[in-house]
C-alpha cells in the first residue's frame, strides 16, 4: 500500500515545503506496505521540522499509533490552528490527513471507533495523564459501556442496539406494556432532532478542545470533583435549568447520583447494567 497520489494532488499544495515532504513520503513507500507505525515514523520525519517547535508535542504523544490516531494528528493541528492561524500549519495537518486517507484504496474514511467526543474525552484524558480507559472500559459480561451512547440521545443503548430504551421502536427487549405508539412516536421525534442534537454536541465539543489547548492542557473543561455545582450552572446551564428545585440539594457528594438520576433510565437495561 504505497502512497496513492498523483503529481497533481501533490502540487496542489501552496507551500513548497510540504509538497517536497510528500513527494519524499511518496518515494520511500513506494513498494511497501504502510503500517500506521510508519506513516507516523515518516511524518515525525519529514513533517515535523517544517512545524513550529511548540506544537510538537500533538506529533510526540506516547499513545498507540493507529490509522485513527493519525487522524487525530491531523485534527489536533487544525485546532491549534485555530489559534495560531499559519497557513503552513494548515498545509501541515491536510499532508498528514492525506496520508492518513491515501494509503489505501480506495481512500481511507475516518472510522468513528466510537463517539468523536469520546474520542477527545479520551485524548484529553490521555494529555492530562488520567488513566481513564482501561479503569472503566468494562469486560463485555457486564454489557455496559459508559462511552457506548444512543444514537439518538445520551442515553444507554440497549444490548447489541444502538438505541435506548426511550428511542427504541418495539423491541422485545422494552418492558411489557410498553406503549408500542408512543415508543415509535418517541423514535420519529428522535430522528427529526437528531440533526440539531447533533449540531449542538458539536458546537459545545469545539468550544471546549479550543478552550482545552488555548488553556495549554488544563482540565477546566472536564468535570470536576469538586464545584460540580458551579460548572454545571456554568458549562451546561440547560442541565442546570432542568435540575429545577433539585438545584437546592445538589453538591458534590450527591451530584453523579442525581445527574444519572435526571438523564439516565435504566429500565429496559439487563439486571446487571441497572447494578451499574
Ligand atoms: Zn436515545
Known amino acids: 500500500m ?3 497520489l498523483d503529481d497533481e494532488a501533490i502540487e496542489t499544495f501552496v507551500y513548497k515545503e ?5 513527494w519524499a513520503i511518496h518515494l520511500h513507500v513506494e513498494d511497501v506496505a504502510v503500517t500506521p507505525a510508519l506513516a507516523l515514523r515518516l511524518i515525525r520525519q519529514y513533517l515535523l521540522p517544517l512545524i513550529p517547535p511548540e506544537h510538537w508535542h500533538v506529533l510526540n504523544q506516547k499513545q498507540p499509533v493507529t490509522w485513527n490516531r493519525i487522524w487525530m494528528i491531523s485534527s489536533e493541528l487544525a485546532s491549534v490552528l485555530g489559534r495560531s492561524n499559519d497557513p503552513l500549519l494548515f498545509e501541515v495537518g491536510n499532508a498528514i490527513e492525506l496520508i492518513h486517507s491515501h494509503t489505501t484504496r480506495p481512500p481511507r474514511e475516518y472510522t468513528f471507533a466510537t463517539v468523536i467526543e469520546v474520542t477527545y474525552f479520551l485524548s484529553m484524558c490521555g494529555q492530562l495523564k488520567i488513566p481513564v480507559q482501561s479503569q472503566i472500559r468494562p469486560d463485555r459480561e457486564q454489557r455496559i459501556d459508559p462511552f457506548n451512547f ?5 442515553r444507554q ?44 454536541v458539536n458546537r459545545i465539543l469545539t468550544k471546549e478542545v479550543t478552550e482545552f489547548h488555548e488553556g495549554l492542557f488544563t482540565p477546566v473543561v472536564l468535570l470536576p470533583e469538586q464545584g460540580i455545582a458551579a460548572w454545571v450552572a456554568e458549562r451546561r446551564p440547560l442541565l442546570w435549568q432542568l435540575l429545577g428545585e433539585r438545584q437546592q440539594e445538589f453538591n458534590d457528594g ?6 444519572l438520576d435526571l438523564l439516565h433510565s435504566a429500565d429496559g437495561l439487563p439486571a446487571k447494567a441497572q447494578q451499574m
Open 18 to 22: 510540504v509538497a517536497v515532504a510528500l
Open 254 to 259: 450527591n451530584a453523579v447520583g442525581m445527574l
Open 157 to 200: 443503548p440497549l444490548p447489541g442496539r444502538k438505541l435506548c430504551t426511550h428511542h427504541a421502536p418495539g423491541t422485545p427487549l422494552l418492558a411489557e406494556g410498553t406503549d408500542k405508539r408512543a415508543a415509535a412516536a418517541r423514535y420519529k421525534s428522535g430522528v427529526r432532532q437528531k440533526e440539531q442534537f447533533d449540531k449542538a
Open 150 to 154: 444512543c444514537s439518538l440521545c445520551w
Open 2 to 4: 504505497p502512497l496513492y
